[in-house]
Nanobody
Framework: QVHVVESGGGLVQEGGSLRLTCVAS??????MAWYRQVPGRQRELVAA???????DYSDFGQGRFTISRDNAKNTAYLQMNNLKPEDTAVYYC???????????????????WGQGTQVTVSS
């Protein structure tokens, strides 16, 4: 059994930064990703990273968000800079036991999800 826990969310002013952390405990993790969801809308990919460090970002995160990981700690990070009010959402971490060469995956390929951490950006 794998337990996924996110942390680091909070309230920040427009233009500010936050660093989210995702810890997956229990087994060695392959693929990891960050998604976000706003009430009434579908969950959307923010960024993904392979076990080898290949990354992929959604267009809205390019140049502002950086995903990274520490394989020894089964931990992924999401550094978010220059935050905008439209970034307000619940951010979820997803983890897969499998390893894939390409960073971007269908969300159904992830085996475990965290409970989410709220990010609120005020204008």
């Amino acid at each position: 059994q794998v337990h996924v826990v996110e942390s680091g969310g909070g309230l920040v002013q427009e233009g500010g930064s936050l660093r989210l952390t995702c810890v997956a405990s229990g087994r060695s993790i392959g693929h990891m990703a960050w998604y976000r969801q706003v009430p009434g809308r579908q969950r959307e990919l923010v960024a993904a990273i392979t076990s080898g460090g290949n990354t992929d970002y959604s267009d809205f995160g390019q140049g502002r968000f950086t995903i990274s990981r520490d394989n020894a700690k089964n931990t992924a990070y999401l550094q978010m800079n220059n935050l905008k009010p439209e970034d307000t959402a619940v951010y979820y971490c997803a983890a897969s036991l499998r390893r894939f060469p390409s960073a971007r995956l269908d969300s159904r390929m992830y085996d475990y999800w965290g409970q989410g951490t709220q990010v609120t950006v005020s204008s």
